[in-house]
């Protein structure tokens, strides 16, 4: 571990830093120090058949369910619950699954949670790094692709049973319209129009966008709908959590414009939480009405 | 039979220094100015792509003189010294103080052992949480690091600026009043003295400026474009009432989260 910041002890950069290369942050650690990148590690070949034994869920690493995101008039919206879940267990009942990847870029993870979380990380170091050495801020094809490498070299791990599948959205400043890509386990990606779920719960929700989405919703009616495909999803998924009412837990919601990336706030998801559980009261299917005309004010009534 | 050519290492090391001061003599200077938002960056640089300011890092910035690609080569090594560091410990284990010092030890070795000393000057900058925790190093062509206290003049005609600089700033100031001393005493220049009419006037669009902003959390650097600095360049009386809306961060900045 320590090769990679002391490895000349006079204390001077070592040579590898002040050699001219690529502006990849991830291909100059792969030279540099590959012992830090996730997909340079190996699973020792029986590993995911010999789980250690103990209580239910033991051994198995926690892993994170649904993601939705929505294009709308102005940029993109991503909204992840925030249920791990290790088994049958709940592991953590406020992991956070949507992360800010760069200023007009966010991404949702679905999958074994702690190799999902590491590969964000290591993504936004790339989008940075890329950023001030270029001076320049990647295309948003650009983006997709180098998030594409990096579950491409997490194969092995996901054919062992640890995938990871992210989901990537942002605003794209040369087209000038919120875009969503989606992933397969080997990297493929596709590019999503309108919405797009990933995730255990996926199925659900994507069911509700379908029936909730318009084309053209301002922010507010946007931010609803994905709440509202969250509910559906953890309603009919045991893997993903709704909001939690007892504890103030809610979804993590994000919004990319052409201003940049904006997470919505607990106070100002609270009143929409509570209309949406209100909505739902003795009506546990929801309204489909609510992305009618003028579903912002209905809303902005309701709270 | 030829006689062995003798340089004292004295005269060795007066003759690479004299080499590197020239070189860095030459070109235009930048200023490094600590106000009460931050720390803020002014060169003179008609060049939109060649920077001479940069973002390391969350809170660290670097500016330089001299040599553009061995200035570059530095800037490079420092931005990977800082994510590899970052990635692997945290983000806030990244420090001006660690990164002058990989500075200090590389800019020495390269003094002493090879034949061209590296023709730059570097400061190394992090903005605190506090005016009082501010950090500014800076770097001279062979490795000495000195820890500086509100303003850094380096370049060409450094000595007349650091003058103006001493003479004027005081802790405290606000971005306006910062901005607004250093153009002046980038004017203030041995060009600007020998022609005996004050400071010269500098357009916005031939300064390169950038701040660490005090008050933006994760990445606090940004660059103020010439259309942002006409306006907090403008009289004093005019900055004070927008003042409050220059600091709301424009299209290109990000919302504070």
């Known amino acids: ?303 | 039979m030829s006689v062995p050519f003798y340089v004292s290492p004295e005269q060795l090391m007066k003759d690479k220094a004299d080499y590197a001061r020239k070189g860095i003599a030459r070109g235009r200077a930048v200023v490094v100015v600590a106000h009460a938002g931050g720390i803020a960056f002014v060169s003179e640089n008609a060049s939109r792509a060649l920077h001479k300011i940069s973002e390391i890092y969350d809170r660290v910035a670097f500016a330089a003189v001299g040599k553009y690609n061995e200035f570059e080569n530095l800037r490079v090594a420092g931005v990977r010294y800082a994510d590899v560091r970052g990635y692997s410990y945290d983000r806030s284990d990244v420090t001006a103080r660690g990164l002058a010092n990989a500075y200090a030890q590389t800019l020495g070795a390269i003094f002493t052992t090879e034949s061209k000393p590296y023709e730059v000057e570097l400061v190394v900058a992090e903005v605190g949480r506090s005016p009082e925790t501010d950090q500014i190093y800076r770097l001279t062509y062979d490795g000495s690091v000195a820890d500086e206290h509100g303003y850094v003049a380096m370049g060409g005609s450094a000595e007349q600026i650091t003058a103006k600089l001493a003479d004027r700033w005081h802790p405290g100031l606000s971005l306006e009043q910062a901005l607004r001393l250093a153009v002046e005493a980038l004017g203030s220049d041995a060009a600007a003295e020998a022609a005996g009419g004050g400071p010269r006037a500098i357009a916005p669009d031939q300064l390169e400026v950038a701040v660490l902003d005090r008050a933006r959390e994760r990445r606090t650097f940004r660059r103020l474009g010439a259309g942002t600095l006409a306006q907090l360049l403008a009289a004093p009386g005019a900055a004070s009432a927008p003042a409050a809306g220059e600091q709301q961060p424009g299209p290109d900045t990000p919302p504070e989260r």
């Open chain 1, 1 to 303: 571990m320590s090769s990679h910041l002391h490895g000349d002890p006079s204390g001077r950069l070592p040579a590898a830093f002040l050699r001219p290369g690529s502006s990849s942050f991830t291909d100059f650690v792969r030279e540099y120090s590959p012992d830090l990148l996730p997909s340079s590690r190996r699973l020792p070949g029986s590993a995911a058949s010999g789980m250690p034994t103990g209580g239910p869920g033991a051994g198995q690493p926690p892993h994170a369910t649904t993601i939705v995101a929505l294009v709308f008039a102005d940029g993109v919206v991503m909204a992840g619950d925030r249920r791990a879940t290790a088994g049958p267990m709940i592991a953590q009942r406020d992991i956070q699954k949507v992360f800010q990847t760069d200023e007009h870029s966010c991404a949702g993870i679905a999958g074994t949670a702690g190799l999902a979380v590491e590969m964000v990380r290591l993504f936004q170091v790339e989008l940075e790094h890329f950023e001030k050495l270029e001076g320049a801020l990647m295309s948003f094809e650009g983006k997709a692709n180098r998030l594409s490498a990096m579950i491409r070299g997490n194969l092995g791990m996901a054919l062992q049973g640890l995938a990871v599948v992210p989901l990537f959205a942002g605003y794209d400043l040369d087209a000038g319209r919120g875009r969503i890509v989606g992933y397969d386990i080997t990297g493929g990606r596709s590019e999503e129009h309108e919405h797009h779920t990933v995730g255990s719960g996926s199925l659900f929700a994507r069911g509700a966008l379908k029936k909730l989405y318009r084309p053209g919703m301002d922010e507010a009616a946007t931010v609803r709908v994905a709440l509202e495909a969250l509910w559906d999803a953890a309603d009919d998924d045991s893997a993903t959590g709704g909001p939690d009412l007892l504890r103030k837990i809610w979804p993590v919601v994000a919004v990319v414009t052409a201003d940049g990336f904006r997470r919505v706030g607990d106070e100002e998801l609270e009143p929409v939480v509570e209309a949406l559980v209100a909505g739902r009261r003795g009506n546990p299917g929801g309204n489909p009405g609510i992305t009618g005309a003028g579903a912002g004010t209905q809303q902005s009534q309701e709270a």
